[in-house]
């Protein structure tokens, strides 16, 4: 959640910060750094304004060194679910025997019944015929390598940050390259 959709959270915030420094409130000046902290995560700007109730300084600190603070905080948030969320998506490869020997029984089934249906032998090397299933990893977490993401703010997609250097799309790219040099 965005400090734009918090201002009761930032105003709390806010006057514990200010009540810290032995100031009084101004309401102007609180509008000012909202407007101005309005694009972070408000838990990032509760967090600053936390850590900066906790310096010996007098005075509260500028916009500018609140919002340097919280992006910073708001950056390494995004870098530390990036990196749980691919881990989570690489651990697939070590994924439990048991759900390993699932899948294996899903398809033995699907493969059973499929070729009751059509009539037809799936080849041997078909992939529901393989002994280890290959369970899917990205290369993006937060997009899944679909090049979109939701913006909660807005309500909507929008494109994702690594449309210009995940590995998936760089290969489409090459092989699209590639087949039309051959045209």
């Known amino acids: 959640m965005l400090t734009r959709d ?45 850590a900066l109730r906790r310096e010996p300084d007098r005075f509260v600190a500028d916009a500018g060194t609140i919002y340097a603070r919280a992006d910073t905080l708001a950056w390494e948030s995004v870098q530390t679910e990036a990196t749980q969320e691919a881990r989570q998506l690489t651990a ?9 020997d699932a899948v294996r029984k899903a398809r033995a089934i699907f493969v059973q019944h499929f070729e009751q249906m059509t009539g037809r032998r799936l080849a041997a090397d078909h992939p529901f015929r393989t002994p280890t299933p290959q369970l899917p ?38 092989r699209r390259q590639q087949r039309a040099g051959a045209k």
Not at 7 to 36: H, I, Q
Not at 92 to 100: F, K, Q, S
Not at 169 to 174: E, L, M
Request: hydrophobic residues 35%; charged residues 30%.
């Open 137 to 174: 990893t990205y290369g993006c977490a937060l997009c899944e390598d679909t090049a979109w993401v939701m913006d909660e703010s807005e309500h909507r997609m929008r494109r994702c940050a690594c449309l210009h250097h995940n590995p998936v799309f760089t290969q489409g790219r090459q």
């Open 92 to 100: 697939g490869r070590g994924a439990e025997e048991a759900e390993l």
């Open 6 to 50: 918090a201002p009761d959270r930032f105003a709390r915030g806010w006057n514990r910060l200010v009540a810290s420094k032995g100031m009084p409130t101004d309401v102007a000046k609180m509008e000012v750094y909202f407007d101005e902290l309005g694009d972070l995560p408000i838990s990032d700007v509760e967090a600053t304004f936390s």
